[in-house]
């Protein structure tokens, strides 16, 4: 089986490959590609040497699976490309996502959507991904009305030149900048450009991508995403009203049952999910401080954590590559 990484020497690109070994991905050959000035540099995958491909030397090869993660642009330019020659591709950027003809998958929500026909597959913003996950199963119970999410984001989620911005504010260097402002220290409510009716588009994609994945389009939900200088993950506080009355205790024991879900709630000892702590490297959704809302009927608050880099990008789109497999939609 043949697949192509698009972006290999990326922060998610390195964390696909680390965990297509992990995973025992049935990877026969794999392909990583890069852009044109990282072209026939070495990159080391189970014991082997890869040399890194060009696009059109990729698109040529005729992978099974292409896992993008390279940005909307090169994703609108070449996942067509990919596709013609019977290529699946699993995209990470947002290039797709609300495309009405594209799936956008969180497998262990709706993975039942994908065809054999769906050759172009979003993966989910990071933020949207952990968060539906934990909200699925009580949606499915209780119906939600309405979301309030305050997201609280590392700075890898911006990538290798952010990760390097706070490095050197923490070391008194001047760098070049990923961000408008200081990162280190500091937090900066904006992510992505600011949109006509005054959110961010990451806020957007959390409003729409909840919609498209849950199946209701008559979920409302407004956000507020903001950028931290932590890493290991993405953290939200999380307020939902439900449609009906629910118990807490039904509550917890369903996330408790949920895959992919760890609850991690004991106020009395201090217990709660953290980014660095609990989510670094884990592919684990973690929730805890769940509580009733006192203010109005039928809320609950929670706090949800992830690592962006893994659940929240190349664990999800290589559990999309999974079912393609699962299904025989793959064959090598």
Known sequence: MKIAVVGATGLVGTVMLKLLAERNFPVTELIPVASEKSVGKEINFRGKTY????????IEKKPHIALFSAGGNTSLQFAEAFAS?????????????????????????????????????????CSTIQMVLALNPLHKKYGIKRIVVSTYQSITGTGIKAVKQMENERQGIKGEMAYA?????????QIDMFLDN???????????????????????????????????????SVNVEFNQEFNIVDVRMMLENTPGIIVKDDIGKAVYPMP?????????????????????????????????????????AI???EYLVVKNFVIA
């Open 85 to 125: 020659v019977g290529t699946f591709v699993i995209d990470n950027s947002s290039a797709w996502r609300m495309q009405p003809d594209k799936k956008l998958i969180v497998p262990e929500i709706n993975a039942d959507a994908i065809t054999v026909n769906d050759k172009i597959i979003a993966n989910p913003n």
């Open 181 to 189: 402002h200081q990162i280190d220290k500091n937090c900066i409510p």
């Open 276 to 316: 660095l702590i609990d989510a670094h490297d884990r592919d684990e959704v973690f929730v805890g401080r769940i509580r009733r809302d006192e203010s109005q009927p039928n809320s609950l608050n929670m706090w949800i954590v992830a690592d962006n880099l893994r659940k929240g990008a190349a664990t999800n």
């Open 198 to 236: 005054g959110y961010t588009k990451e806020e957007m994609k959390m409003v729409n991508e909840t919609k498209k994945i849950m199946r209701d389009d008559n979920i409302h939900v407004t956000a507020t995403c903001v950028r931290i200088p932590v890493m290991g993950g993405h953290s939200e």
């Open 319 to 321: 559990q999309i590559a």
């Open 51 to 58: 040399k890194v491909h060009s696009m059109q030397q990729a």
